[in-house]
Nanobody
Framework: QVHLVESGGGLVQAGGSLRLSCAVS????????MGWFRQAPGKEREFVAT????????YYTDSVKGRFTISRDNAKNTVSLQMNNLKPEDTAVYYC?????????????????WGQGTQVTVSS
C-alpha cells in the first residue's frame, strides 16, 4: 500500500496553466501504474491520464489530449500532470491513483490507492 498526496491545484483563468504533483510514499513506487482522475460537482469521476511504470507509455482522455502531459520521476516517487490551455470545463477535484495491474486503468477499478484530491478551478 502507498500513500498519495496531491498538490498544485488552484484558481486560474481560462487559457492558463497549472502543474499538479502527487507525492507517493511507500515501497516500490516504480512498480505502480499511475493515473489522474477528476470529478466535477454533480458528475461522476472521470479518467484523465495514465502512465506506465517506466514512464514510457502514456494515455489520455480525448478532451485533454494536446493540452495535458503526465510524467513521473521514479527517483523522487512523484507523478505530475502539466495542464496547459485550461478551460472552464476542466474545473474539478483532481485525484492521483496508484495500481499494480494493467486492467481497469480507464475505469479506475485497477487502482488500489487514491489521494485526497486537489481542487482546480478555471474561470472564464
Amino acid at each position: 500500500q502507498v500513500h498519495l498526496v496531491e498538490s498544485g491545484g488552484g484558481l486560474v483563468q481560462a487559457g492558463g496553466s497549472l502543474r499538479l504533483s502527487c507525492a507517493v510514499s511507500g515501497r516500490d513506487f516504480s512498480s505502480y501504474t499511475m493515473g489522474w482522475f477528476r470529478q466535477a460537482p454533480g458528475k461522476e469521476r472521470e479518467f484523465v491520464a495514465t502512465i506506465s511504470r517506466s514512464g514510457d507509455n502514456t494515455y489520455y482522455t480525448d478532451s485533454v489530449k494536446g493540452r495535458f502531459t503526465i510524467s513521473r520521476d521514479n527517483a523522487k516517487n512523484t507523478v505530475s500532470l502539466q495542464m496547459n490551455n485550461l478551460k472552464p470545463e476542466d474545473t474539478a477535484v483532481y485525484y492521483c491513483a496508484a495500481g499494480l495491474t494493467v486492467e481497469g486503468l480507464i475505469s479506475g477499478d485497477g487502482y488500489r490507492d487514491w489521494g485526497q484530491g486537489t481542487q482546480v478551478t478555471v474561470s472564464s
